[in-house]
């Protein structure tokens, strides 16, 4: 425990790698060259991609130029990921044939585990991994040969719904830093967000030794003053509440603050529906449904997906919050029928699909096995895919699978 309480304490440092701060307003993004002087496709790519991004969420949405920068993107994983490319081919699908990002082949997300998905070499690059919560050693794979564009995009991401009003502020994580899990893209992902964004007295308060501190950060939490930012793994948000009920605790954080989750809502001996969380944060932290911003994100796709509820209701708080995750610029979701692929009408359930053009240097179109509807101007997650749904999924790998294995190039 007291390991836990030291790690609890520890401070948000400065970051030092300047590839941190791009596209923040430190530096622009048009002038990231970090030591590209080759004029190579891929580095090509990664500039217009750079610019592209740095005008964040608010930025234009050019669907002629997205599609373009999807299809040369597509091209270029055509040329240099061999399975990818033999999964387009079985399909019909090249880039001679395909002229829309609508019809880019997208792999199932259980690939990643399944085949190396990489357009470049992987020595020297991050690996992120799932997971693997039900077979520890059959982890997803995503490389990246470096986090420029990926750490653009998760920051430029994070600020509009989660801090849309504010430059900083103080941020207590509930799940482990960078350096305890290198290869976690949950882990850099947090750890970024509190080096870029986080007010001092930020730090973390689970560790990967020691586990979730609860008490320390139920103290942090009873002597807040000024508005502070929970930043949780949503099943380390769920242990604490816990704890929280089963000592009869509870606090009225500062107005303003507000509470980020991630991931499943599965407790000591049930899992939670999100609405009844949700109620359990209001009840013992005192932060409002408005200020809960839950993200979604995958160690397979590059682009973080994230509720606009908090952004919505400071632009207008006379309306009630409609929750639904927004799609930034350099992204797009469909909702498609498990079986056909087909679009499915505006409303109507399917499986989330995105075409993803952060993930440069592997496969941006990824079909997940997550279930949703469009909302708004994006959609929300319903569930992970059963039935019908899942063989959808398991149809999708088993072609992925043949095209590799049965490939002889």
């Known amino acids: 425990m007291r390991c836990a309480r030291r790690l609890a304490l520890r401070r948000a ?21 970090h030591d590209i002087h080759a004029t190579t496709p891929e580095k090509h790519l990664e500039q217009e991609l750079l610019a592209f991004v740095g005008r964040g969420v608010d930025g234009p949405r050019d669907d002629a130029e997205f599609n373009d920068l999807a299809l040369r993107l597509f091209a270029y994983q055509f040329a240099n990921n061999r399975p990818y490319r033999l999964l387009a081919e079985r399909r019909g699908r090249t880039p001679a044939t395909v002229g829309h990002w609508r019809e880019i082949p997208a792999v199932p997300i259980a690939a990643f585990k399944e085949t ?6 992987i020595d020297g690059a991050v690996e992120f991994n799932s997971s693997g919560t039900t077979r520890p050693e059959h982890k997803s794979r995503h490389f990246h040969p470096d986090l420029t564009l990926y750490n653009l995009n998760a920051q430029r991401n994070f600020k509009a719904p989660v801090l849309p009003e504010r430059d900083r502020m103080r941020s207590l ?7 305890e899990l290198p290869n976690s893209s949950l882990a850099h992902w947090l750890t970024l967000m509190v080096e870029r964004f ?10 990967s030794t020691a586990g979730l501190d609860a008490p320390a950060l139920l103290t942090a939490l009873e002597i807040a003053e000024e508005p502070i930012g929970v930043l949780a793994a949503s099943f380390g948000l769920v242990h604490f509440l816990e704890y929280c009920q089963d000592h009869g605790a509870s606090v009225s954080l500062p107005p303003g603050s507000r509470v980020m989750d991630t991931g499943g809502y599965k407790g000591r001996s049930r899992e939670y529906a999100r609405d009844e969380l949700y109620a359990m944060v209001t009840e013992r932290l005192g932060v409002p449904a408005s200020h809960i911003v839950n993200m979604y994100g995958m160690t397979e796709h590059g682009t ?11 632009a207008d708080r006379d309306q009630a919050p409609v929750r639904y995750k927004v799609v930034p610029p350099w992204a797009r979701t469909l909702v498609v029928d498990p079986e056909t692929m087909a ?5 109507e359930r399917g499986l989330l699909l995105h075409v993803d053009l952060i993930n440069r240097a592997s496969a941006l179109c ?4 997550d279930v949703g509807h469009t909302v708004g101007g994006g959609f929300e997650l319903l569930g992970r ?3 019908s749904q899942a063989r959808g999924c398991s149809i999708a790998l088993d072609e992925l699978l043949e095209a590799v294995h049965g490939g002889s190039r």
Do not use: M, N, T, Y
């Not at 190396?116 to 070499?121: D, G, I, N, T």
């Not at 994580?173 to 350096?179: G, L, M, N």
């Not at 990824?366 to 096995?369: G, I, Q, R």
């Open 385 to 387: 895919a059963q039935g």
């Open 304 to 314: 973080q997906f994230l509720d606009a509820v908090l952004r919505d209701h400071l």
């Open 13 to 33: 440092g400065r970051p030092k790698d300047p590839l941190l701060v791009i596209g923040v307003g430190v530096a622009d993004p048009s002038q990231a060259q």
């Open 116 to 121: 190396l998905l990489a357009a470049e070499p």
């Open 198 to 207: 986080g007010a001092p007295g930020s730090g973390w308060f689970v560790s």
């Open 173 to 179: 994580v509930v799940f482990p830093p960078r350096d």
């Open 343 to 347: 679009e499915q009408p505006a409303g």
């Open 366 to 369: 990824v079909l997940s096995e």
